[in-house]
């Protein structure tokens, strides 16, 4: 083989490989993930603390207790909800102090209970 013919296959090589990497990472950002997406299990995890809020007798708990409380639940033991800890918790607990336009958790559960 002369050099130039070397070159050439070299050119062919590194051209159909450059077409495969970017297909293959094409198709590797353009695949959606397995599972629920982030906003439907937020949306979930929402509800699920609006609803346990509901049914609570006791309105003095700290974030602490509640989250054990609400770790606790069958629901939770999904794989989707693996990833539910304490920061979550409070980041939803935020907004829903938002959404009712309170300040504390004491005043959040007064509130769901109230609307129902």
Known sequence: M??????????????????LSSYKIYIMFNTPPEGIDTQTQHNQLEDIIINFLKDLDDINLDTNALFKLINSLDTLEDESYKNFNLNRLNQLLNQLYITYKVDSLNELIKRIKDAN
């Not at 002369?2 to 077409?19: C, P, R, S």
């Open 2 to 19: 002369t050099k130039d013919e070397i070159q050439f296959w070299m050119l062919i090589a590194f051209a159909v490989t450059f077409i």
